[in-house]
């Protein structure tokens, strides 16, 4: 299934200001397709229910939830018949706000500053879903409309007061995630422990041919490696690095398959720049090297042909 990829001169008009927002009411017959996008995408649920499928698995969400696409994330909507959800949307590149101002104002990448830190280092991903509750719903909520009277009516300095209101948003979601951590029940640990392993599958399934370490991956999700590492093997009964090995070998079988590629190419192509240890990790975990993969494949194509 082709996944739509948007990019954000579809929404942001001005590379000065890469910002959008708008608010939207979704139902049974008209939900986005699965799509990933370039931007950082903020949702807040204003009302209603649905189910968010992220990264080909799907979760419940509800009125006052707040969660954060980053880029390449795949994601679309579930919504029963005769319900509905509405939702603002609010989308921006992280060059929207400039570390430099960032900093100014005192914002570091302490976790008190949580929803900031992708500002701080482009490397950085969020990765939580919050539900918001008491005084917290009315003042972001406020904050969101605040930005999309500014965003529609264009007044003098509006994007200085949008930036100002995003900074300050995200900042108090920094604050609700730090309260959030220190007060929250098991099962929400866990549905954040089930988000987090879902995104670094994700992360791997795009990245896979890139170098990928297991301190990089603690870098990008702010994670410690042995929290990593015991989350992932409790979410899906592997390690990071046997599910990395995973994904290049199925990659690896697709290319076999479908290219005349050399096998050293094709080592290169998902991740390995040894291609002799490519090919032992092959074997073990396929039972034959990866020429004799590609034969057998070409015979069963021949004999289905007679």
Known sequence: MSTARYRSQEYM???EFPFWIQ??????MNVPPAHSHEFIELVYVVKGEAK?????QSYQIQTNDVFIINPGEVHTFQIEKGKKIDIINCLFLPNLIQDSWLKELGVSQ???????????DSRERFHHLLNLKGDYTERLHSLLEGMMYEYTREGSCFSTLIRLQLVELLILLSRIYNEQRIQQPHSSVNDSNRLLVRRVCGYLSRNYDQKISIPSLCKLFTISPRH???LFKEE???????MLQNIRIEKAKKFLMETNDKVIDIAIRVGYDDPAFFSRLFRREVNCSPGQFREQYQRVLVTNHH
Do not use: C, W
């Not at 968010?52 to 080909?56: M, P």
């Not at 302490?110 to 701080?120: A, E, G, R, T």
């Not at 899906?236 to 046997?242: A, M």
């Open 236 to 242: 899906t009964n592997q390690t990071v690095v046997e």
């Open 52 to 56: 968010h499928v992220f990264e080909g």
């Open 13 to 15: 008009k001005n590379n």
């Open 228 to 230: 990593l590492n015991r």
């Open 23 to 28: 608010q939207y009411r979704h139902d049974a």
């Open 110 to 120: 302490s976790m008190d500053y949580f929803y900031i830190h992708p500002f701080l």
